[in-house]
């Protein structure tokens, strides 16, 4: 007999199915939202990129537990389109749609004035909206895109509504990362496009260990003023994260994907956790994994003497814009 033989024989099927199966229950998070009864009632909530993939489901439960929901996208249309479903589903009004770009200073800008003339108090701020895989760009400020997307723009809409979220403390900054950080590198050149190599995932990786690195220093900074500030994980998740890659490198990842991947749904579940769980309530300055539990980010995460300096860059690149 073949080895190669024994891939024919039925008993592979049934044990190749079954252990699949196995596989997907073990990705059920510890922590449910939905036996977690924490009211939003009277707290505002913006989230990025809330039209689609996890944004859209955090914002969905920051509506359910009835907060007042800014969903910040760069469309209207789909904007719109989330807008109506979560309002739908939810049966809560109180859910607004404010456009922003966050590749563009000048559109962070000015949502943050926006932000800051309409809404009296501001508890909890997510910043979810990410692209992978993009073609090197330089956008109008002169930011390599992934870094302006993923960094730069999130980091200066923080810290524009930074003052905002003291006077409502305690409030909360959950800011998603990835996994793929451990794999990021730091340099500060990057963010202009220099010394990068565009290959696959190379450069969300910088961006993702760049997030983790300056929300700690944010930490560090808010100590005692009860905004706190945490970064996340929501593990590997089913969304459109995956739309600039080749449609093989897609056809692989959403296969796969069946079996071990998340839904938006469950992928919303760790940073929901870090919005609005009690189990933590003043915790900041730390790193969340896709099941909920605190672990160590990587060790140039973890370089206070880094961090300073980085949040120091990023904020005199952000500054003049
Ligand atoms: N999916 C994963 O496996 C995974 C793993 C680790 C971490 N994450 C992180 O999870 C977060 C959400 O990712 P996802 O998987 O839900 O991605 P997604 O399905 O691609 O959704 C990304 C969202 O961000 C928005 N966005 C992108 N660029 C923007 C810009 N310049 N201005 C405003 N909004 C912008 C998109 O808006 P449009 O629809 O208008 O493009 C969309 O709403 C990201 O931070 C990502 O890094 C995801
Ligand atoms: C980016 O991170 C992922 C996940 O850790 C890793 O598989 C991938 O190889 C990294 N990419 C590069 C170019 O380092």
Same mark, same amino acid.
Not at 292 to 300: D, E, G, I, M, Y
């Given at each position: 007999?073949?080895w190669?033989?024994?891939?024919c024989?039925?008993?592979?099927?049934?044990?190749t199915?079954?252990?699949a199966l196995?596989?997907?229950?073990?990705?059920r998070?510890?922590?449910d939202?939905?036996?977690?009864?924490v009211q939003l009632?009277?707290k505002t909530?913006?989230v990025t990129g809330a039209n689609?993939?996890?944004g859209?489901?955090?914002?969905m439960d920051?509506a359910?537990?009835?907060a007042?929901?800014i969903?910040?996208?760069?469309?209207?249309?789909?904007?719109?389109a989330a807008?109506?479903?979560? /309002?739908e589903? %939810?049966?809560?009004?109180?859910v #607004?749609?404010?456009?922003?770009?966050?590749? +563009?200073m000048?559109s962070?800008r000015?949502?943050?004035r926006r932000?800051?003339?309409?809404?009296?108090?501001?508890?909890?701020l997510v910043?979810?909206?990410?692209?992978?895989g993009f073609?090197?760009q330089?956008t109008k400020d002169g930011f390599?895109?992934?870094?302006?997307?993923?960094?730069?723009g999130?980091?200066?809409?923080?810290n524009?509504l930074?003052?905002l979220?003291?006077r409502?403390a305690p409030? /909360?900054i959950v %800011?998603?990362?990835?996994v793929n #950080?451990?794999r990021g590198?730091?340099?500060? +050149?990057h963010?202009?496009?220099?010394?990068?190599?565009h290959?696959?995932?190379?450069?969300y990786n910088h961006?993702?260990?760049?997030?983790?690195?300056?929300?700690n220093?944010l930490?560090?900074?808010l100590?005692?003023t009860?905004v706190t500030?945490?970064?996340?994980?929501?593990?590997?998740?089913?969304?459109?994260?995956?739309r600039n890659?080749s449609?093989?490198?897609?056809?692989?990842?959403n296969?796969i994907g069946?079996?071990?991947?998340?839904?938006?749904?469950?992928?919303?579940?760790?940073p929901?956790?870090?919005?609005?769980?009690?189990?933590?309530e003043?915790?900041?300055?730390?790193?969340?994994?896709?099941d909920?539990?605190?672990?160590?980010?990587?060790?140039?995460a973890?370089d206070?003497a880094l961090?300073?300096?980085d949040f120091?860059v990023?904020?005199?690149?952000?500054?003049?814009l």
């Open positions: 007999m073949n190669l033989d024994v891939f024989h039925p008993l592979w099927a049934v044990s199915t079954l252990l196995v596989v997907r229950l073990q990705r998070g510890r922590w939202p939905r036996t977690c009864n009632k009277g909530a913006i689609t993939g996890i859209k489901f955090i914002a920051f359910r537990r009835g007042r929901v969903l910040a996208c760069r469309s209207e249309a789909r904007g719109t807008l109506t479903e979560i /309002r589903k %939810t049966g809560n009004a109180d #607004h749609l404010r456009l922003v770009d966050v590749s +563009s000048d962070v000015e949502f943050a932000i800051l003339d309409e809404e009296k108090a501001l508890h909890i910043n979810n909206a990410a692209i992978s073609p090197r330089i390599e895109i992934s870094f302006a997307t993923n960094h730069l999130p980091f200066l809409l923080t524009l930074l003052d979220m003291k409502s409030a /909360r %800011t998603l990362s990835s #950080h451990y590198e730091v340099d500060f +050149s963010f202009k496009g220099d010394n990068l190599v290959h696959m995932d190379t450069v961006t993702k260990l760049h997030n983790i690195i300056c929300t220093e930490a560090h900074r100590q005692g009860g500030a945490n970064s996340v994980h929501p593990g590997v998740v089913m969304t459109e994260v995956m890659y449609i093989i490198v897609r056809g692989i990842f296969f069946i079996f071990f991947f998340k839904s938006s749904e469950e992928g919303a579940v760790s929901i956790y870090c919005a609005v769980a009690e189990e933590t003043g915790i900041t300055g730390k790193y969340f994994d896709s909920c539990s605190l672990v160590l980010p990587a060790p140039l973890r206070a961090a300073v300096k120091e990023c904020e005199r690149l952000t500054s003049k």
